[in-house]
């Protein structure tokens, strides 16, 4: 018998990365690892999902990084199927419940939390109706996928399948593509006036304009008020304040939030998002025994000083990394993030990094914007690409506050340059001096994201007259 | 009559950009400005030439930024043909040579000197023949697209026309890549016992495996000792040590060194590599009313801390810039250089930037060096391609000190987050935590850059032991 048990809630990213650095550490005498799944699959990328569907990606296993076996060789008690169903701090035991439904206490000397994040489902009629599909996990994609098969097997030949997709954030553009690749026509709703509201507001219609020119229907500033169903219940239409759209299929991508429901009736400390607070080192405030981490923690936003939720795979894998060698008695610390984000819709790429005006607004600081329009290569070199680029500086300071970027290809990636330099606390200024790779297939000699800090340079003095 | 005169030496990036960016500042009436250029072009992307011969650009004016006529209606006094022969910097004057070989004397009060680089030519047999060309100027590269073009014109049907590329940094690689474009058989010669010595061995390696691959005959640890000309005095083959190489055309790239003589024979200060020394504001040391910019300067490496000559066109316009700001009595400074520096040879990215193993010796520094094989996108992701990134750290404190990255489509860009890291002092420990851009079509879930820190980390800690 290991002279300690680590137990793990949650068998994704997080979960899963925190149990095997866990288990590269210590020995399994040393250190017995329980991990829990209540789902069929551990360690796969959610955010592959969409590439699957749209074709990028030929097998749903591709996107598995590490199967249930290979955990399990690797000497971690893997539970799959079985739910954690209450969290008893103070007698150090979590109680499951498995597929047949049978319950269970199971003792802990560390506790890993990793219950990840559930997505939005508003209380509408219909919203559960068949043809209804979410893409949070892998049971989700599946499910979509084989009815996408189905569908288009059974489809009348010649009659172009709709499908309508409720939210345009990074899952609604990218099921978009998906469906646009599959031969769907595609109507896509948001409530709000753009689409991609991680941008600011004239950088999502800059992504609206290159979504409508890629054929999409994008109805924006319409909130969906149903889900019309025919007459065996099957989702038929989504209804909004405006209208009704025809759909063969309803995908729902409308953000998520963390999965805290075991978390809170614990006792343990929430942020303002609903997630878990935790120290740098991934331990969950308060508390000597716990660790959390993934989509279900709030992280520090360097930029703002506060705390936010974002679920995002790289963090999750960042924390595990880090749960696991505190876990194990080594030592690591998740510094915060800076909330840089990319993503593409067809061939159209979106980045974003830092803040947005109105969070800069909310903070109470005082900004001013840039935007500017650039090429990826030296203008004189084939597939040279126009990309704008958004730059928030503080006034007076100069200080770099965020950076938005929508372009083709070549764009999104260079939002990393403006992440280091928010990370190092740059000022505009310093950054028209970084010197960035240059040569005319890769920049113009002056990169996008340089041009962009010149004129913020300049619109910074120009404001402090 | 102008209140003053700015007199400008060098008509390429940096003169031009200075000129420019001072007219903008100060109308005609309160700064004249004359500028001297000795060839018959201005403001071109030199960087370009190779893209042009290769085919990727279709003219050669694509190259040219700016023309002369449009410099002289943007009221800047432009002659060309003319070359600056001496500074007489006590009598506030420089002399010039026009086309017919007139000697004038002209005034300033503000004297910039943007004389640009000269090309390695090895005082070798035959290296003057005709066949042997250098690709500095818009007028080499001018000349080597014509002779090309009759060469090809003329040649027997069903012979694959041979060229030898004398040196094979950036240049080399880069004329190697034109040359087998437009279907010559290509021989690159270096003494360098690896192609790009910008690059560590190990990292060269790679790039001659790939140079290899894409059927080049990559000689190294061969010194050139001679060009063998035909009954004509022609060049036919180039000679090394080993052997004789048949060549239709040859083409140096064996670097460059600073144009400084006029500086020099003024008594200008010059650094190791023969550059000119500047303070921040690119001023030339010691001097109230000269500054200097581009490839005639030697930078302040913000790694090493010490100057050093870096000829590259993103810093003279940089330089360009920030002169032409001072010199019209606003304010700018040049910050210095981490050493980044990007290329490709057909589909493979090269990157580089802070020191090599040998400079870090040389500094006395201490270093581990780390090299890991990653992808550009998620392993499932179509297109992800291999990319080797390489990392030398300072023992003890972690420092970075410098990357390398020698890898296919999205490789080469990936150097900036070290370029902004480097700026920024970090650490490799903090760059395992740098936020950056994810998402399967940009990144694996670990950034190769990510990847190379956190086995850095691994191996300071080790070293330390």
Redesign the interface.
């Known amino acids: 018998m290991a002279a300690e048990r680590l137990v793990v809630v949650g068998g994704d ?1 997080a979960g899963m990365a925190a149990a095997s650095r866990a288990r590269r550490l210590r020995k399994p005498d040393e250190l017995e690892i329980v991990a829990f799944e209540r789902g069929r699959f551990t360690s796969y ?1 959610a ?2 999902i969409p ?1 699957w569907i749209g074709g ?2 030929g097998e749903r296993d ?2 598995i990084a590490r199967t249930p076996q290979e955990h399990r060789e690797r000497g971690i008690d893997l539970r799959l199927h079985t739910e954690v169903t209450e969290l008893d701090l103070d007698g150090q035991r979590v109680r499951t419940r498995d597929r047949d439904g049978r319950g269970q206490w199971t003792g802990f000397d560390k506790l890993v939390l990793a219950t990840g994040a559930r997505p939005l489902r508003p209380p509408l009629d219909g919203i559960d109706a068949p043809g209804v599909h979410g893409v949070q996990s892998l049971e989700d994609g599946a499910a979509l996928f084989d009815a996408l098969e189905q569908q288009e097997s059974g489809a009348p030949a010649g009659r172009e399948p709709r499908a309508v997709v409720v939210g345009a954030g ?1 899952i609604g553009v990218e099921m978009s593509e998906a469906l646009v690749r599959r031969g769907y026509r595609v109507t896509v709703l948001d409530r709000a006036e753009q689409p991609m509201t991680t941008l600011d507001p004239d950088m999502g219609a800059l992504v609206r304009e290159a979504m409508c020119g890629m054929g999409m229907d994008v109805r924006t500033g319409e909130a969906v008020t149903g889900v019309l169903t025919d007459g065996r219940g099957r989702a038929r239409a989504v209804a909004t304040e405006e209208g009704e759209y025809p759909a063969d299929v309803v995908v729902l991508g409308l953000g998520v939030r963390p999965e805290t429901s075991l978390a809170e009736a614990a006792g343990l400390p929430l942020g303002d998002s609903g997630g878990l607070l935790t120290d740098p080192t991934m331990r969950v405030r308060g508390r000597g025994d716990v660790w959390a981490g993934g989509d279900c923690v709030e992280v520090l936003d360097l930029v703002s000083g506060r705390t936010r939720h974002i679920a ?4 999750a ?2 924390h595990g990394q880090i749960i696991g060698a505190n876990v194990a008695g080594d030592y690591g ?12 819709v067809c061939d159209l ?1 979106i ?1 974003r ?1 830092g803040l947005l005006e109105q969070q800069a607004d909310e903070l109470g600081l005082r900004w001013v914007s840039t935007t500017v329009e650039a090429t990826s290569r ?1 203008g ?3 597939g040279a690409a126009p990309m704008h680029v958004k730059m928030l500086a503080e006034v007076r300071t100069g200080r770099l506050l965020g950076v938005q970027i929508v372009g083709r290809e ?1 764009a ?6 403006a ?3 928010l ?2 606390r ?1 000022t505009v200024e ?1 950054m ?12 113009p ?3 996008p994201v340089l041009v962009a800090a010149r004129k913020a340079v300049s619109d910074v003095r120009a404001h402090a007259l």
């Open positions: 990213a990328s955010c592959g590439y990028d990606v591709d996107l990074y995002l795979g790289t963090h894998n960042k610390t998740f510094p915060g993030v800076v909330g840089t984000a990319v993503s593409k790429e980045a990094t030296a004189y070199f084939p070549g999104g990636k260079r939002v990393d340059i992440a280091v330099a990370t190092a740059m310093q028209t001096g970084l010197d960035l790779g240059y040569a005319p297939p890769f920049s000699v002056w990169d």
